[in-house]
């Protein structure tokens, strides 16, 4: 498992905007985010604000001048965003055509049709699993709810039995697997490779969602037994359609990028060669925007056009898929300020003298950061953002294999213990009808058994690659 050493950093690390040192950087981190927390948590600021404001004050308590801090948040937050702006535009863009044309649906249906009984649960952690590849995490919740109750209620299925699966399915692909924004962030912030990250993720992400969907839900059935809220089945998108798209088509529209991505990986490692041919062409198809481009334009035709859109139809859906993200782009863009500020004003060098003298592996103590901020903040993707900030150094030296395991165990933690400072949970619990304590017993304990059974198999496959 990688240990830090502080030379490695010392040899290549920029001049930090300030001299303060690391008991002064310390109380600035900790400040900082409290700043942020508070201002989420207490006064209700949306996260872009609460970002930017932490940042300066980040830099403020840090000793550093203004315009220096000014300077690294608007270079972070413009780095960010031209990283993973329009990666996560074209997910967008994918899982609006997925939802609207009925594609979601298709799957759905077609899965179902084929599973019952003790089978039930497997089949919905796959379903969700499937569609929450190109979702984000709340859309996907949305699409899979009614499927969620109609299951329960005319299966006479235990709701949670049902629900778990489906939730654990989405969470996971959420934390876990790119093109989700807060993978994306934390890929680019420490500099990991994409497509061994993916394959690397989803090695995690099937155990992973096995133990915490089909295994937890059936203690979680025991522990709260609450009938499908009638008031919660919504109108399915694509019972307006005349039709819609085939199953095969579907999903290999969904899988295209992920396959070219990982076809990609596989050939980096197999071939190892930057002037063969072949490598080549896989590094282009195989680049993350070019597999999401690919993917998008198929859709068009096979989703789109299979649903009967007409161009102006096309052309609206794409439209309207992109103002939703129009905050999730400001979030994930300021919190590359913040994480540029941490870095500029030299909290690398700090957290690598924290690992080094209290000899902490690398991954644990990216999962424990994640974790803490996690906790504080509500939101997983905050968590992704900042902890990929504070420990970016902690790359240095890793190998290509070990740095798509620190964005793995960062991920993991920005999942732990989800409660009532997460819109999720509130989310998961108006649309299951659900206490605020059986909310707790159910999303809140699935959330923590994502999160420790991540990191515990990320430390297992650190110590084999």
Do not use: C
């Amino acid at each position: 498992m990688p240990r830090l050493s502080v030379e490695i950093l010392a040899a290549d690390a920029a001049e930090p905007i300030t001299s303060a040192g690391n008991a002064q950087l310390g109380i600035a981190v900790l400040a900082g985010i409290a700043v942020i927390v508070l201002l989420i948590t207490k006064f209700k600021l949306h996260a872009f604000l609460a970002l930017t404001i932490g940042s300066l004050a980040l830099g403020a308590f840090a000793g550093a001048p203004l315009d220096a801090t000014i300077k690294s948040f608007t270079t972070g937050l413009g780095n960010t965003v031209a990283g993973v702006g329009v990666l996560i535009a074209l997910g967008a863009i994918l899982g609006k055509l997925l939802a609207d044309s009925g594609g979601a649906d298709q799957i759905v249906d077609t899965i179902l049709a084929r599973a019952g009984g003790r089978a039930m649960p497997w089949a919905m952690v796959l379903i969700a699993s499937v569609i929450g590849l190109p979702l984000f995490f709340e859309v996907g919740i949305v699409l899979l709810i009614p499927v969620v109750l109609l299951v329960a209620k005319r299966g006479n299925y235990s709701l949670m039995r049902i629900g778990i699966p489906a939730l654990a399915g989405l969470s996971v692909m959420h934390g876990l697997i790119p093109p989700h924004p807060g993978p994306l962030v934390a890929i680019d912030a420490v500099g990991a490779n994409l497509g061994v990250t993916l394959a690397l993720g989803l090695v995690v992400a099937v155990p992973t969602v096995i133990i915490a969907g089909p295994v937890f839900s059936r203690y979680a059935a025991r522990w709260v037994d609450v009938p499908a809220p009638e008031n919660m089945i919504p109108v399915r998108p694509s019972e307006d359609l005349e039709k819609r798209p085939g199953f095969g088509v579907t999903v290999a529209t969904v899988m295209l990028p992920v396959v070219l991505m990982l076809v990609k990986a596989l050939v980096d490692i197999v071939v190892d060669d930057p002037e063969n041919g072949v490598q080549k062409v896989t590094d282009v198809i195989g680049s993350p925007l070019i597999a999401l481009l690919a993917a998008v334009i198929v859709a068009l035709f096979t989703l789109g056009r299979a649903a009967g859109f007409t161009k102006d139809r096309l052309s609206s859906t794409v439209e309207k898929s992109l103002a939703p993200i129009a905050g999730v782009l400001l979030i994930v863009g300021a919190g590359g300020g913040f994480k540029q500020t941490l870095i500029d004003i030299g909290v690398g060098r700090m957290i690598l003298d924290f690992s080094e003298n209290w000899s902490i592996p690398a991954l644990l103590l990216a999962w424990l950061i994640a974790v803490a901020i996690r906790l504080a903040t509500g939101s997983a993707t905050v968590a992704t953002i900042s902890a990929a900030g504070l420990v970016a150094p902690l790359a240095a030296g890793m190998s290509t294999s070990e740095t798509a395991l620190l964005v793995l165990a960062i991920g993991a933690g920005s999942l732990f213990f989800s409660h009532v400072n997460d819109a999720g949970f509130w989310l998961v619990k108006e649309y299951f009808g659900m206490t605020v304590g059986q909310t707790i017993k159910t999303w809140s304990v699935m959330e923590t058994i994502i999160s420790v059974v991540g990191i515990v198999i990320v430390l297992l496959l650190s110590l084999v690659l």
